[in-house]
């Protein structure tokens, strides 16, 4: 039995009870780590799993997937995600392999970003179609995922952005050339994305094409703003909201001691007593 296991978004204690149960029966347990990364490191999975773990890299999952479904038709094998085993594609694949081979198999979920981004304030009914940010480099500057911001917007919907991961990644010289010497892993930081994304609208006003009212005004300065960290608010309020600069967030104003009548559009969270606006 092949068994794609879930680990959710945070530690070792994120996994669910049937996700353990299974892990600790498996004979051979690989852990996928090249989508996303917890918070804490392999060694300390280890010790609560009770199992040693075999890093799975892109390579491994992609290109030798036999080697890692060997004998899973005769013993336990499992397969240990990062948030939700079909955050990404190529995990469907290693079902689809499976079934292929005759390999019977059981996913069991866990709580994942496509779903925890809800804690955000967000109705999750709201969002569009998901995009990924990826690394630039000096030959490709993709900038497909800005059109899908933009298509979101005009919508009316939210998007959740999902920034690059690169962890053993070879150069184009050396994939080229067949060595295997991977680059130092990196990841990308909101700094780099609101960089990225600065560069297109600036690209495409030099161009004279027209890209959302959302971005003709104001939403230079709030990418400065997100590289700057958060910006404070001359009354000491923090995160206001920036609607009219292309952006919604779920914030809270800091409460005066006089008592205050909540505004149009803001409700009151009963348990901190603060006013989030919605």
Known sequence: MLYLVGLGLGDAKDI???GLEAVRRCRRVYLEA???VLAVGKEALEEFYGKELILADREMVEQEADNLLKEADVCDVAFLVVGDPFGATTHSDLV????KLGIPYKVIHNASIMNAVGCCGLQLYNFGETVSVVFWTDTWQPESFFDKIEKNRQNGMHTLCLLDIKVKEQSLENLMKGRKIYEPPRYMTVNQAAEQ???IIQN????GLKTDPMFQSGSLGLAEDLQGGMRREPDG??????EERGVEQCSFSRSSKQDHKPAKGIKKDLKSGRDCKV
């Open 197 to 199: 994304l600065l560069a």
């Open 237 to 242: 309020a923090s995160g206001r909201r920036l």
């Open 204 to 207: 495409r006003r030099l161009q």
């Open 96 to 99: 689809l392999r499976a079934v």
């Open 34 to 36: 090249y989508t996303s």
């Open 16 to 18: 669910t009870v049937k």
